[in-house]
């Protein structure tokens, strides 16, 4: 039982490490939550979590073929990913472009909508498995662990995965409930703001993928 937790555990760590970096994900993550409320915020973390137990899965049981192609494919899975993000960013700018008026009090209000949930999971989802660096990060993760736990079997892969994924969620939980307390003692002025700094930054990762996967950068 003490060499399952263990290995849960070692999962857990590696799934709150490689998601816990704040990039266009987590700010995507941040978006959702400051303008939909916490649960499509959470929604839209559980994507990017479920596309981590993916990749943990492939380079837990070294599906090299999988590997090897994602790796082959990675300007491509950054074109596509870039132009994603791109779009994203010129969606939250818009409001601003425009000069739209928020009705007093818009930028506070949380409001849920399943349909803004399931779009917030999809496309946070596509977007970490677009990302060739998710799965490098898995694979020199797991190869770092010693050949005893590599070669315990399908239960110990299996736990590492479990582990993998309830880590990925914790950072998420852990991100969408402190932007949730914070979101309450910000002004809406302050919120619009941050809608559209983080906009921008969104923008800006999206077109860097796509000068990285052209082979500008």
């Keep these: 039982m003490l060499e399952v937790l263990s290995v849960f555990a070692g999962g857990l760590a590696i799934g709150f490490a490689v998601a816990a970096p704040v990039g266009p994900i987590g700010l995507l993550c941040i978006r959702q939550t400051l303008a939909?409320?916490?649960?499509?915020?959470?929604?839209?973390?559980?994507?990017?979590?479920?596309?981590?137990?993916?990749?943990g899965?492939?380079?837990?049981?070294?599906?090299?073929?999988?590997?090897?192609?994602?790796?082959?494919?990675?300007?491509?899975?950054?074109?596509?990913?870039?132009?994603?993000?791109?779009?994203?960013?010129?969606s939250a700018l818009r409001p601003f472009v425009r000069s739209r008026r928020q009705e007093p009090g818009a930028a506070r209000r949380l409001t849920v909508s399943g349909g803004s949930a399931v779009?917030?999971?999809?496309?946070?989802?596509?977007?970490?498995?677009?990302?060739?660096?998710?799965?490098?990060?898995?694979?020199?993760?797991?190869?770092?662990?010693?050949?005893?736990?590599r070669a315990a079997g399908i239960g110990h892969g299996l736990t590492v995965v479990a582990g993998v994924f309830s880590g990925?969620?914790?950072?998420?939980?852990?991100?969408?409930?402190?932007?949730?307390?914070?979101?309450k003692a910000l002004p809406p002025d302050l919120l619009r703001w941050i809608d559209l700094a983080s906009g921008l930054v969104v923008l800006g990762f999206g077109l860097v993928a796509i000068l990285s996967g052209t082979g500008v950068l």
């Design 36 to 55: 939909r409320g916490p649960l499509v915020g959470i929604a839209t973390g559980l994507g990017a979590a479920t596309a981590d137990m993916v990749y």
């Design 168 to 183: 990925s969620v914790a950072w998420w939980l852990f991100l969408v409930g402190t932007v949730s307390i914070i979101h």
């Design 119 to 149: 779009a917030g999971f999809g496309t946070t989802f596509l977007l970490t498995l677009a990302n060739p660096m998710t799965i490098i990060a898995f694979t020199a993760i797991v190869a770092s662990l010693s050949d005893t736990e």
């Design 57 to 90: 899965f492939v380079a837990v049981f070294g599906v090299g073929l999988i590997t090897a192609a994602l790796v082959e494919s990675a300007d491509i899975l950054k074109i596509a990913g870039g132009a994603t993000l791109v779009y994203l960013g010129l």
